[in-house]
Nanobody, 122 residues
Framework: QVQLVESGGGLVQPGGSLRLSCTVS????????IGWFRQAPGKEREGLAC????????YLTDSVEGRFIISRDNAKNTIYLQMNSLKPEDTALYYC???????????????WGQGTQVTVSS
């Protein structure tokens, strides 16, 4: 059974940084594209970034480009999201999941984990 477990969230002050991890079990990720998403209260889930098997990165929203960096460590079966210069509007529940190779949609076989909460507040 494929499981995705997000971790690394927490409370951080504006301007601070966090690194989120997405560890996958039951499936080897090295050939697949994985993306990060977030959902704030009362808002739809938003795609942030994805990384394919060749480590090509796509940022899906202008609001994070230049501040967030997606990376992968296939040996650890883990995807990371380094978040810098955090803003209160980055407060949300953050998720990872599999995407299609073009990074245009969630993969048909994808599932969702519990997410990790990021709160940016002074």
């Amino acid at each position: 059974q494929v499981q995705l477990v997000e971790s690394g969230g927490g409370l951080v002050q504006p301007g601070g940084s966090l690194r989120l991890s997405c560890t996958v079990s039951g499936f080897t990720i090295d050939l697949y594209t994985i993306g990060w998403f977030r959902q704030a209260p009362g808002k739809e889930r938003e795609g942030l970034a994805c990384i394919n098997a060749s480590e090509s990165r796509t940022y899906l929203t202008d609001s994070v480009e230049g501040r967030f960096i997606i990376s992968r460590d296939n040996a650890k079966n883990t995807i990371y999201l380094q978040m810098n210069s955090l803003k209160p509007e980055d407060t949300a529940l953050y998720y990872c999941t599999f995407m299609n190779r073009l990074c245009s949609s969630v993969a048909k076989f994808a599932s969702w984990g519990q997410g990790t909460q990021v709160t940016v507040s002074s």
